[in-house]
């Protein structure tokens, strides 16, 4: 049973940092592209980040490149996003997930929501100002 479980959030002030964690067990995870999302209450769902199975190509949103850095350890079945210069529009639930694909095919336009198989709950960030 593949389990993707999400860590780390809470309530930061503007211009703070957090660092989310990712762990996923039940898959070969080096076999996946892992991904970072959020959804903010009343907004649609966001591409945030997204990583490949090597950890040699990246994947940034517009409204977060600059200020967050995804990152895996294949060997800890775990993914990770360092998040600074916080922002109180970065405040959304942030999701983790698995794509079981070797193949980078991510454009400018963001990853599609489909190609990912495996969803963690969430873990809740905070920005206040």
């Known amino acids: 049973q593949v389990q993707v479980v999400e860590s780390g959030g809470g309530l930061v002030q503007a211009g703070g940092s957090l660092r989310l964690s990712c762990t996923a067990s039940g898959l070969s995870f080096d076999d996946y592209m892992m991904g970072w999302f959020r959804q903010a209450p009343g907004k649609e769902r966001e591409g945030v980040s997204c990583i490949s199975w090597s950890g040699g190509s990246y994947y940034y949103s517009d409204s977060v490149k600059g200020r967050f850095t995804i990152s895996r350890d294949n060997a800890k079945n775990a993914l990770y996003l360092h998040m600074n210069s916080l922002k109180p529009e970065d405040t959304a639930m942030y999701y983790c997930?698995?794509?079981?694909?070797?193949?980078?095919?991510?454009?400018?336009?963001?990853?599609?929501?489909?190609?990912?198989?495996?969803w963690g709950q969430g873990t809740q960030v905070t920005v206040s100002s």
């Open positions: 997930a698995a794509a079981k694909t070797r193949r980078w095919a991510i454009d400018k336009t963001g990853p599609r929501f489909g190609d990912f198989t495996y």
